[in-house]
């Protein structure tokens, strides 16, 4: 099945050590997303990449550097982990459907823990 | 005012019964709204997406959308205790590029 992979799923790392995580997707889809969800905030973006040359910062991107090395793989660091960072990271695709870019599809997560 | 608004619950239904549950938005150039579920410490999965205003059916779920009033509504009918989960809101507005803007969810528990 086509589908979102992140690596790792968890992680635990201490203030001031830079971590990377990473998606993968065999969809297919050009567009690729970086979100972090906390308790009582919902779902906030970092950073979306329409393709391999147009990268993005979303509403929350302080504190975060993406990279994407190609069309299916998107990758977020976090270039000196903070306490507040601890959160649900999740990674999304989305193509061109009937009514434009819309329909986004979800990795599993990875749930970051910094101490 | 949040852009996407939903009512954070949680909301309690019989197993059996039609949960319903609204979501507000603020932007009147919203063109694509869409319905995930979540359940607790796994991903959103995409349940429903509607485009137009009136009723879109999709087995046991239905969306009615209302540009109008700026809300959107998902009916869970003959509700089952494994749709208990959070439900997410989501707006996507061409002018921004369709980037996806989410409520904070409502918890459903489906009592049996």
């Known amino acids: 099945d086509a589908d979102v992979t992140q690596t790792p799923r968890n992680r635990i790392t201490k203030t001031g050590k830079r971590i990377m995580l990473e998606c993968s997707q065999t969809k297919g889809h050009d567009r690729m997303y970086w979100y972090r969800q906390d308790p009582g905030l919902g779902l906030r973006l970092i950073y979306y990449?329409?393709?391999?040359?147009?990268?993005n910062k979303g509403e929350i991107s302080d504190g975060y550097s993406v990279s994407r090395q190609a069309q299916a793989k998107f990758s977020l660091s976090l270039e000196s982990a903070i306490p507040n960072q601890t959160a649900l990271y999740f990674c999304?695709?989305?193509?061109?459907?009937?009514?434009?870019?819309?329909?986004?599809?979800f990795g599993p997560g990875t749930r970051l823990t910094v101490l | 005012q949040k852009e996407v608004e939903q009512n954070s619950g949680p909301l309690s239904v019989p197993e059996g019964a039609i949960a319903s549950l609204n979501c507000t938005y603020s932007d009147r150039g919203s063109q694509s709204f869409f319905w995930y579920r979540q359940y607790s410490g796994k991903s959103p999965e995409l349940i429903m997406s509607?485009?137009?205003?009136g009723d879109k059916e999709d087995g046991r779920f239905t969306a009615q959308l209302n540009k109008a009033s700026q809300y959107v509504s998902l009916l869970i009918r003959d509700s089952q205790p494994s749709d208990s989960a959070t439900y997410l809101c989501?707006?996507?507005?061409?002018?921004?590029?369709?980037?996806?803007?989410f409520g904070g969810g409502t918890r459903v528990l489906v009592k049996p």
């Open positions: 990449s329409f393709d391999v040359k147009d990268i």
């Open positions: 509607i485009y137009s205003n």
């Open positions: 999304a695709t989305s193509s061109r459907g009937a009514k434009g870019y819309n329909e986004q599809f």
């Open positions: 989501a707006v996507s507005l061409k002018a921004a590029g369709n980037k996806l803007t």
